[in-house]
């Protein structure tokens, strides 16, 4: 039930996709503007099938519920301004009546989704926007071994508000797919499902299903962990580690902080607190906590920011007029100043004590000429309300999205499957290439089983059940070239989650330890490195893993590398005595061209 609560306030986002991006990788779907059959636009106007779907229609007669109509001349007062192309989709507002369509792509693992309809209502029958106000849902589902549909994510569009002559777009998101999730691998479907009454019709049109690979940015501090307070003393301190922290109180700062949640058994506990500790905001206009990350915003990226808020238990922001809200930010600096990008306000209403929602705010598709591509990003939780009350914050995430997932084999080291009551190790990795200065047994590069939950080395981020591991001498690497050319054009990102081993860790002390990451091409005789991350151990954990990325910037015609084969690799660059642990390799390519519909 909570878990349920909290996807709804992250899963509906309106009007931001309502330009097509620029390189955004929609996956096809037959039909998605419904323009065929084509509709004699001097007959009738409308005819009720639509190609390509399958149509739910609980008129099974005549099937009037559905079908697609041919939008009216300019002048003509119920012409539809945005329709995209010459013909749009009917669909009669009774639960029972939809759409629905099997796709060719599949659900992949640790990529994300966003489908999104232009939704308008009916001139002459819209449906009710008065209790009961009719509804329809936007969804992306699978079929079960049965074939029975089973909903994997579902966003509510009310009728209320929308326009018959201007299309809004809504989106309904759906977070990274997990390779465990059930449906992690099977066939993408998508429906659009009336949830009301007989009596009105909706208007649809222009469906789009967006798939892109999101990578977590590094935010420092980010669960509020440090410094480490004492619960058994004042159980607060007035400050943050890692973050700037403007506070209208100048003299205690006692606007921003952390404090530690109290026991399980306690009344005011966090339940779903990320770690021991969790930041204070008070909310008066002023005070805020900001972070200037040290990424850049990259042009064909998405950017969203999600952060745990609540309310503190004792002090709770004003729920009346005039509200307290609360934004969190997407900002960047020019020369003089910090410009906000994008802002999403939250109130207490829909918040609870002792439970953390997440929100969301987003940056969709960084375009080359935005004022903030290549400029560093900026994060921000900022009060926009009077004294008195307390915002409470944790787990702060940012992630960026790339378009288009390019497929790797064992990118996540789950094969050879390794038995974990046994020796809990192998000295290999199917698919990859693996350099080893150990001739002999190969101890140097392998796989390695998480160990259980409440082991003290148990890796809490891992993906899937395994974890790669890689000795720190120079030599030790793994490398994996893939059946896919750099394309004219596009942009590259490699990333790989990265810790340390819990026994081993790489020195972080002079010589350093690196780890390369890098995207390679082979000439006529040897491999050659085009763009190289090296890492080092310093800020890396065994028990989290970290991503990092290494960019390449536009492929140009005259780059030698393109047209080249893509080659990848995670390379040791030490002494021996340390292991590197990754996990989760992902490769991700920007389109080039802004219309371009290839998935692949
Ligand atoms: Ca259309
Ligand atoms: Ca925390
Ligand atoms: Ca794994």
Not at 175 to 196: C, H, K, L, N
Not at 402 to 410: A, D, K
Not at 482 to 506: D, F, H, K, M
Request: aromatic fraction near 10%.
């Amino acid at each position: 039930m909570l878990g349920r609560m909290k996807s709804v306030i992250v899963l509906l986002v309106m009007g931001f996709w309502a330009a097509g991006p620029v390189g955004a990788a929609l996956i096809p779907i037959e039909n998605a503007s419904f323009e065929a059959p084509v509709v004699d636009p001097n007959s009738f106007g409308a005819m009720p099938v639509a190609e390509g779907w399958t149509e739910l229609d609980i008129d099974t007669l005549g099937g009037t519920n559905t079908g697609v109509f041919a939008n009216t001349p300019a002048d003509s007062p119920d012409h539809v301004a945005n329709a995209d192309g010459d013909q749009l989709a009917f669909l009669g507002s009774e639960l029972g009546n939809g759409f629905r369509q099997g796709l060719a792509a599949t659900y992949k693992p640790g990529c994300d989704y966003r489908l999104s309809v232009g939704v308008g209502v009916s001139m002459r029958f819209p449906p009710s926007m008065v209790e009961p106000v009719d509804a329809v849902e936007l969804v992306l589902y699978y079929l079960d071994e049965e074939q029975s549909v089973v909903d994997v994510a579902s966003a509510t569009v009310e009728a209320t508000g929308l326009s018959a002559t201007q299309l809004e777009d809504f989106s309904l998101y759906l977070a990274p797919v997990d390779s465990e999730e059930a449906w992690a691998g099977q066939t993408i479907g998508v429906a659009i499902r009336a949830m009301g009454l007989a009596g009105g019709f909706w208007t649809l049109d222009n469906v789009r299903l967006a798939e892109s690979v999101p990578v977590s940015i590094y935010v420092e501090n980010a669960s509020f962990e440090s410094p480490v307070i004492d619960p058994n003393a004042f159980s607060a301190v007035p400050y943050a580690d890692g973050w700037i922290e403007p506070d209208v109180d100048d003299l205690s700062g006692s606007n921003t902080g952390v404090f530690a949640n109290t026991a399980e058994e306690s009344w005011d506990h966090t339940v779903n607190a990320d770690g021991f500790q969790i930041a204070f905001l008070g909310s008066q206009k002023g005070n805020a906590f900001e972070q200037d990350v040290t990424a850049t915003y990259k042009a064909g990226c998405d950017y969203r920011l999600t952060v745990a808020v609540g309310v503190s238990s004792r002090y709770q922001p004003s729920i009346e007029e005039p509200l307290d809200t609360m934004e969190l930010v997407l900002c960047y600096y020019d020369e003089t100043a910090s410009v906000d990008i994008v802002a999403r306000a939250v109130d207490a209403r829909h918040l609870s004590i002792g439970w953390l929602q997440d929100v969301s705010v987003e940056l969709p598709n960084v375009h080359p000429d935005d004022l903030w591509a290549g400029k560093s990003i900026g994060i921000a939780m900022r009060s926009e309300g009077l004294p008195g009350g307390f915002w409470i914050l944790d787990d702060v995430r940012l992630t960026e999205s790339m378009p288009t997932s390019i497929p790797i084999e064992n990118a996540s080291f789950e094969t050879p499957v390794v038995d974990p009551n046994g020796f809990g190790a192998v000295p290999y990795a199917d698919g990859w290439i693996e350099s080893d200065v150990d001739d002999l047994s190969g101890s140097n590069t392998g796989v390695f089983a998480n160990t259980s939950e409440d082991s003290w080395d148990h890796v809490v981020n891992a993906d899937g059940f395994q974890i790669a591991f890689l000795g720190s001498q120079k030599g030790n690497g793994f490398e994996q070239d893939l059946p896919i050319a750099y394309e004219v054009g596009a942009q590259y990102r490699l990333t790989v989650a990265v810790g340390v081993s819990s026994r081993y860790a790489p020195s972080i002390e002079e010589p350093l330890d690196r780890l390369e990451l890098a995207l390679y091409y082979y000439d006529e005789t040897e491999s050659v490195d085009i763009a190289v991350l090296p890492v080092e151990a310093t800020h890396l954990s065994s028990g989290r893993l970290r991503d990092y990325s290494v960019y390449l910037p536009s492929v140009h015609s005259d780059d030698l590398w393109a047209g080249k084969s893509i080659g990848i690799a995670m390379r040791s660059e030490g002494l021996p005595g340390g292991f590197w642990i990754m996990d989760h390799v992902r490769l991700a390519e920007t389109l080039p061209a802004p219309d371009s519909t290839d998935t692949n």
